[in-house]
């Protein structure tokens, strides 16, 4: 079964060949531009779940078309960049895009990284699985978590961990899995940042009257979520 349809903007007919040929691999379906000026038009067109966008493109540049795009577009917009000083970080998001990666990428990270942003696409139904073990409920579409009835007003970090945490209500994830969920980042045994965030997820929790234990640390493996 097809995951979604993702549309490739990208000049490089090379990397967008080897991009298209990995994607469809994993069961996406999609689609590629390699004229910037014929971007906007094809997204009205093809109505893709998530943009991969080059940032340097003939015709009109990546920022331009997600500037553009953004006036009705609603869905994620992942840009390619050549290098981390080729446009800030916060440029890209005042911009419109979601998130970015840096060439060459992997094809893991790449995939990692569009799954993330696809779980939090406006597109997404509403997440309640679990509902009942754990008495949480996720909303993709706004990135919000209940407990109960209260709103854990949780960070983007928080919500994307708690996500993974219950895709897999009993069952151990590893710091690992939690980071690639995120970020699509490999996971440095040195970067405690995981930690810090279960740990502000679990304070949230706490002082939503959530049970203590909820979320259990599995000593040298990682956490897990429990049913109640």
Not at 130 to 146: D, K, R, V, Y
Request: hydrophobic share 40%; aromatic share 8%.
């Amino acid at each position: 079964m097809k995951k979604g349809k993702i549309l490739i903007v990208e000049d490089d007919q090379e990397i967008g060949r080897l991009t298209q040929m990995y994607l469809e691999a994993e069961q996406y379906n999609t689609k590629i531009i390699n004229d910037g000026s014929l971007a906007i038009d094809a997204i009205k067109d093809y109505q893709p779940d998530l943009l991969l966008l080059d940032l340097m493109l003939p015709g009109k540049n990546g920022a331009n078309i997600c500037r553009e795009a953004r006036q009705f577009y609603h869905g994620m917009i992942l840009i390619l960049t050549a290098s981390d000083d080729e446009m800030s970080e916060v440029s890209l998001f005042k911009f419109g895009a979601d998130d970015y990666v840096t060439k060459p990428v992997r094809g893991h990270i790449l995939l990692a990284r569009i799954e993330a942003l696809l779980r939090r696409s406006p597109s997404s139904p509403l997440k309640t699985t679990n509902f009942l073990a754990t008495n949480i409920i996720l909303e993709s579409n706004t990135q919000t978590a209940w407990y109960k009835n209260s709103n854990l007003e949780l960070t983007t970090a928080e919500f994307e961990i708690l996500h993974v945490l219950m895709d897999n209500v009993g069952k151990v994830v590893t710091r690992e899995k939690c980071c690639k969920a995120f970020r699509g980042i490999d996971y440095d045994f040195n970067d405690r940042s995981i930690d810090m965030r279960v740990s502000g997820l679990r304070k949230k929790l706490s002082a939503n009257n959530s049970p203590s234990n909820l979320i259990r640390t599995i000593r040298n493996r990682g956490y897990m979520l429990v049913s109640l």
